[in-house]
């Protein structure tokens, strides 16, 4: 017997057999499944078995989830951030590799963590193998930080899976109260968000969005991006990909993990109306500083009627395609 076998963790396995005579193949789950085959005269043979969870999405998807406290032990004068970074494979596909980044709070020095990292100056970076679908992988992470960190804990943590059509990415942050050294809020909108519907005329039940958010501060926040669709509507697809979304009130979220000052992002989204009439949707952004100021959040929202007509606004930059044959529709801010 010629046999190759490739074990890529408990989960997944790839084998290739050339044998003569007679042969016996068992694959048994401990009260879910018992597989037994037996063979006899000359074979090739290829199999793969992969064990998987259940899916959320019906795309490959990657959620990340950070939890973080802060430990004082007793009789020591230093003080610590403890983290727990959870890397989930909630979509359809195996994903392999998956890349970590956590970008340390300013002034916070790495301790340890249950994965050895590669090390910058202030950030961490692991490397999984893989993750099969429904898989999830935990890295806990030691921070000490100092007494002359500003009143909040901004953490960021970002994860980015192989696929077989590409890559899957989602981020996530961690905010902790310290209360220590108060910063003044800020003056004005430093985020501005502006909202933008367009309907494809060969198709009047698609609606694409557009979300553009300015930074129009000094400094460069994370932003935690809500937007609330109505009842008659239902997400097709957006870039990029939704950090989460609650089906359950119909809201989108995504992380931003940095914008820098005078930078914009924008996010694209579509729908389907599953109902008529006048259709009303609101975006929230919320910024967080890594250095504590507090920052006022951004609104803005869209009135979508069904059969109006109005002239065409785009964003300074951007356009839609000519022959996606889209139509501007009522915008308004609150």
């Avoid at 979509?91 to 590669?118: H, K, Q």
């Avoid at 109260?177 to 809020?185: F, I, Q, S, V, Y």
């Avoid at 359950?248 to 989204?269: A, G, H, M, Q, R």
């Amino acid at each position: 017997m010629d046999k190759e076998t490739l074990v890529a963790g408990l989960n997944y396995i790839q084998s290739q057999a050339n044998f003569t005579g007679k042969a016996s193949y068992r694959q048994a789950i401990e009260g879910s499944t018992d597989l037994e085959q037996e063979y006899l005269g000359r074979y090739s043979i290829r199999y793969k078995t992969s064990l998987q969870g259940t899916a959320k999405f019906d795309r490959p998807h990657i959620n990340v989830i950070k939890e973080g406290q802060i430990v004082k032990p007793e009789n020591q004068s230093r003080t610590y951030a403890r983290y727990e970074i959870i890397i989930e494979n909630d979509g359809n596909e195996i994903l392999s590799p998956i890349y970590v980044n956590d970008l340390f709070p300013p002034g916070a020095v790495y301790v340890n963590s249950s994965l050895r990292p590669s090390l910058a100056e202030s950030s961490a970076n692991w490397s999984i193998t893989h993750l099969p679908v429904g898989g999830r992988s935990e890295i806990t992470l030691w921070l000490e930080i100092g007494e002359n960190l500003s009143n909040r804990l901004v953490n960021r943590v970002q994860a980015t899976g192989s696929h077989a059509a590409g890559w899957a990415s989602a981020s996530n942050i961690s905010v902790l109260e310290c209360g220590w050294l108060p910063c003044a809020p800020s003056q004005g909108d430093q985020i501005v968000v502006k909202k933008r519907a367009f309907v494809n005329e060969s198709a009047s039940d698609l609606v694409w969005y557009l979300l553009r958010i300015e930074n129009h501060g000094n400094c460069t926040p994370s932003l935690t991006v809500t937007d609330s669709l109505p009842r008659g509507m239902k997400l097709i697809g957006a870039t990029p990909d939704v950090t989460s979304y609650d089906r359950e009130s119909n809201t989108l979220f995504w992380n931003i993990v940095s914008l820098k000052p005078n930078d914009v992002v924008s996010i694209i989204y579509q729908v389907q109306l599953t109902a008529g009439g006048k259709q009303v949707n609101q975006v929230k952004v919320e910024a967080i500083s890594p250095e504590g100021c507090d920052i006022n959040p951004a609104y803005d929202s869209t009135v979508l009627i069904l059969g109006q007509k109005n002239a065409q606004i785009w964003p300074d930059d951007w356009k839609p395609p000519e022959d996606w044959g889209f139509q501007c529709v009522e915008t308004s801010c609150v």
